[in-house]
Nanobody, 121 residues
Framework: QVQLLESGGGLVQPGGSLRLSCAAS????????MAWHRQAPGKQRELVATIGSGGGTSYADSVKGRFTISRDNAKNTVYLQMNSLKSEDTAVYYCYAAVQVNRWSLPIPYWGQGTQVTVSS
């Protein structure tokens, strides 16, 4: 059993910053890809950023230069630093992790329950 616990969401003015955290706990042998997705009202869920087990990253065009994804493998935690926030960034942000629960298992996808980010003046 694996649980992803998110924190850091909230209300911020345009141009402000937030840092989201997502800590995985439970039966974890290793974590492969970790990612952040978001879903705005009336829109489909979209991929925001990913980070591989080796540290390689990718970003949606809409957040390049503003968001940074990182991870701390010792803490089984992924972060999303969000700077220069825009109203268009308002969404529920979901953490994702592909978790290998033991040495013989395939990675299993896990999702956080989401944290609300609202950018408004």
């Amino acid at each position: 059993q694996v649980q992803l616990l998110e924190s850091g969401g909230g209300l911020v003015q345009p141009g402000g910053s937030l840092r989201l955290s997502c800590a995985a706990s439970g039966s974890i042998f290793s974590i492969k890809t970790m990612a952040w997705h978001r879903q705005a009202p009336g829109k489909q869920r979209e991929l925001v950023a990913t980070i591989g087990s080796g540290g390689g990253t990718s970003y949606a065009d809409s957040v390049k230069g503003r968001f940074t994804i990182s991870r701390d493998n010792a803490k089984n935690t992924v972060y999303l630093q969000m700077n220069s926030l825009k109203s268009e960034d308002t969404a529920v942000y979901y953490c994702y992790a592909a978790v290998q629960v033991n040495r013989w298992s395939l990675p299993i996808p896990y999702w956080g329950q989401g944290t609300q980010v609202t950018v408004s003046s």
